[in-house]
């Protein structure tokens, strides 16, 4: 059922530093997967596709290709999108001069991707695929996060991704092991986006201790990598 409270969400920002970008929250037709125990995002969807275009049009005619660069999120994947969104996208695109555009999409979409950076590439635009992986603790990842990832090997992520995002901030890690997974997300990826557990509807919860230790351990030693996004709230991109 849809959540009645994502019609307040704040759907476009502009991210001046690091990666300067405009992001969209768009609405898609909902997460395939929605398994992973830690998240409720998922919520923001609808199975009307016009009222979804509807709303997306109006976030993507705000879009001004300041930066070159757009980021288009949807709670779920680039997949869950409807034609005319993706149409719209491609079409805002070309008039405001934009060459790259950053998507999210699940493990389980992976063999979608090639086909669509390719229709993206026809009309010069790069895409960037993001990947929520969380962490490369596998063991973790699938029996406590249910993150529906079915390999280990950060290499084989990162052949059809470019961008991996991590949560941290969960009971059981630890700041040694929560900066090994961003040295290998920085290994294997082009950038790595952190995003700190925050509380939700769902029974994982964020562990203060964790999370102090990130703070005091981890973010003054990454706050400043171009290459690094952290998230300390899950708003701090402007949207959500
Ligand atoms: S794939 Fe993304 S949107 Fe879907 S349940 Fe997992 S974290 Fe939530």
Known sequence: MENITTSDLARYSIIHEKN???????????CVWRRCRFCDYHLDFSRDEKANFALNRT???????????????????????????????EQVCQKRQIHQVHFECHWMHREEIPRFRQRFEQLGITLKLKIGVETFDSLFRESYLDKGI????????????????????????????????????????????????????????PDPEVITAFAARLYPKYIH????????????????
């Open 20 to 30: 300067p970008r405009e992001i969209v929250l768009l609405r898609g037709r909902g």
């Open 59 to 89: 976030q993507l005619e705000q879009v001004t290709g300041l930066y070159g660069t757009l980021e288009a999120i949807n709670s779920g994947s680039f997949v869950d999108l409807d034609h005319d969104t993706l149409s719209l996208i």
């Open 150 to 205: 079915d390999t280990d090997s950060p290499a084989e992520i990162a052949a059809y991704f470019d961008e991996a995002c991590l949560l941290q901030g969960l009971p059981g890690q630890t700041a040694e092991s929560m900066e090994r997974d961003i040295e290998t997300g920085l290994a294997y990826f082009e950038r790595v986006c952190i995003n700190i557990m925050q509380k939700n509807t769902k029974s994982i919860q």
């Open 225 to 240: 990598n171009n290459r690094v996004d952290i998230l300390m709230e899950n708003t701090d991109f402007g949207v959500g």
